[in-house]
């Protein structure tokens, strides 16, 4: 009798705990586990992940939260949900981002919530619209070169072109002129680097990276080429106004906390922001304008209303093909106006 007495508040308090949190749970959006603990349902939302989405969103509803990898990520999937949870005051954007940077840029936490409210107003301030007109003109030089590079003739995969041509802008942009290298191998080499890091960015930015081993080796050699350019992109200045670049004005404010030591790292992030969307927005810009002549002939109407005929400026003029839709697009980067 002695010890049935025991195991039965022991019971009685399993069972009401059990369903405390079952109560409890009533309230939280439904949540999937996977069978396999820690990892959950890492395996199944890795395959791809925007499909299992889809699916999870069909069966849970618009809100729904999976564990995976040690984690819980809630996804709202409806406009009226996001704008709550956006406006909620119980959204902490620091807390919430600085896990995964210290992931993928290897940013330590103190250092992350020291100098973030300083670069974010400093980034606000040089890319933001009512500056970002200042980098136009030299966006447009890099771009007409790398366009005349690639000659009149010749064929090239859409995505790998767009690669080809806003990677070495960018960098040479936002960091430094002829920080982008010009040998082939080593153009090769870092846009294989690149691809790989941020195509496997937001796995990176969750699991181990021991679990990771191609990204890890690239997010590696991005850091690596980062600090031994530092020297020459901190000393580095325009040829027309020796204005200060976007990366030159982030060492100098992360100099000033004294953590010189972390400027690869936050130039690592700069160059992900900056590519990672770029990319893929131009891609489908493009892929649009190449499925609709109506709206093709809109946009030249209006380049030409501006620079004139293509034909008759000096520039450079290519073809891309639509071969399914037979419809061809020309694009044309003019120099000089009429």
């Known amino acids: 009798m002695e010890l049935i007495y025991p195991a039965g508040i022991i ?13 409890k749970n009533l309230s939280r959006p439904p949540c999937i586990r996977g069978w396999i603990p820690w990892f959950g349902a890492g395996f199944e939302i890795g395959k791809a ?22 984690k819980r990520m809630t996804f709202v999937t409806e406009e009226e949900g996001i704008n709550v949870f956006l406006k909620s005051k119980e959204v902490n954007f620091k807390l919430a981002v600085q896990s995964p940077i210290y992931h993928t840029a290897s940013i330590p936490n103190n250092v992350f919530f020291t100098m973030h409210e300083k670069l974010h107003t400093m980034m606000k301030g040089k890319l ?65 680097h690149f691809q790989v890091y941020d195509e496997g960015f937001e796995h990176g930015s969750q699991m181990p ?21 530092m020297p020459d992109i901190k000393a580095y200045k325009s040829a027309k106004d020796h204005s200060m670049t976007v990366v030159q004005a982030m060492m100098n404010i992360i100099e000033m906390e004294k953590n010189e030591q972390n400027q690869p790292n936050y130039g690592l992030l700069l160059l992900w922001a900056a590519l990672s969307n770029a990319v893929p927005v131009t891609f489908w810009t493009i892929a649009f304008v190449l499925s ?3 709206i093709y002939r809109t946009i030249m109407e209006d380049i030409s209303s501006v620079f004139g005929a293509a034909e008759d400026q000096d520039g450079v003029i ?16 003019v120099t000089s106006g009429p």
């Open 128 to 192: 933001g619209t009512s500056n970002v007109y200042r980098l136009t003109g030299q966006l447009t030089e890099e771009l007409h070169e790398q366009l005349e590079n690639l000659g009149l003739h010749g064929t090239m995969d859409l995505s790998n072109l767009v690669r080809h041509l806003l990677y070495p802008v960018t960098v040479n942009v936002l960091f430094k002129k002829g920080l982008f290298p010009t040998n082939a191998k080593k153009i090769s080499e870092f846009r294989q």
């Open 49 to 70: 992940p925007l499909e299992f989405i889809e699916k999870a969103r069909i069966k849970y509803g618009p809100i729904f939260t999976v564990f995976a990898v040690g």
């Open 292 to 294: 609709h002549p109506n």
């Open 209 to 229: 990276e021991c679990l990771l081993r191609n990204w890890s080796k690239s997010k590696t050699w991005l850091l690596a080429l980062l600090e031994k350019n």
């Open 318 to 333: 290519f073809e891309l093909t639509n071969p399914a839709a037979k419809n061809r697009l020309k694009l044309a980067c």
């Open 11 to 23: 019971i009685l308090g399993c069972v009401a705990l059990l369903l405390f949190l079952q109560w």
